[in-house]
């Protein structure tokens, strides 16, 4: 499939706020430097391949080139509100696009911050501060063949060409994922976690499942209305604010 997300392609299809500007460049080291503190809330920047992609805890982001979708926001959340849940509104809308245009594929929310489809990571997000601004980074396994997908992942990886079978095209995906965010974004401004966390609870991969994170073994109860992680030890409820889990 021969396609691009290049502004005359994704444009058209931007239905809010979100996306605009749409700050594109072919070739960038990591989406998340294309942004900054001064960036206009809703601006988008997108690429066709990253040289330095970055993933959590520090870890590469790669895939080859047009083969992804490689995105970053910019947002300025109120001072009131805790910054880091919006990695799980990243993640919500995420799940929620792909469902809506790649047919066949419903992702859960490995929390914090992983989508999967069959238990494989299709797709992350990362959120970093730069002053009032958090850049969100949202990086989709679109196209990717079984043997262009990183071998060395931790959580087996997949694309959404893997899980159903076919292609899918990039820029209606990328379209929805920014409407969906904007959305789920203006909920949480004006309600905080709770306005998603009902729609977190249903795409929870977690929750009852056997989990070690942070130094705690036991079994998770679920995303609280913090979006911290509960996990049940022998009877005691504890609260992991972050971490990576292992289950
Ligand atoms: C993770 O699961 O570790 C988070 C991955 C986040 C990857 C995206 S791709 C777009 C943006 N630019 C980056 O360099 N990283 C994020």
Known sequence: MTETLAPPVVEPLIRGRFGRPYVYARHCASTQLELDEGSPEGAVAVCELQTA?????????????????????????????????????????????????????????KWPNDLLVDACKVAGVLGELRGATVVLGIGINVNQTAEQLPAEARQAPASLRTTTGREHERAPLLAELLLRLERHYDSWREHGLDALHHELERRDFLRGREVRVDGIEGRACGIDRLGRLEVDIAGERRVVESGEVRY
Request: hydrophobic share 45%; net charge positive; charged share 20%.
């Open 53 to 109: 992609g970055r993933g959590r805890l520090g870890r590469r982001w790669e895939a080859p080139e047009g083969t992804a979708i490689h995105c970053s926001i910019a947002l300025r959340p109120p001072r009131t509100r805790h910054v880091a849940e919006l990695t799980l509104a990243g993640a919500l809308a995420t799940a929620e696009a792909i469902e809506a245009t790649a047919g066949g594929a419903a992702p859960l929310i």
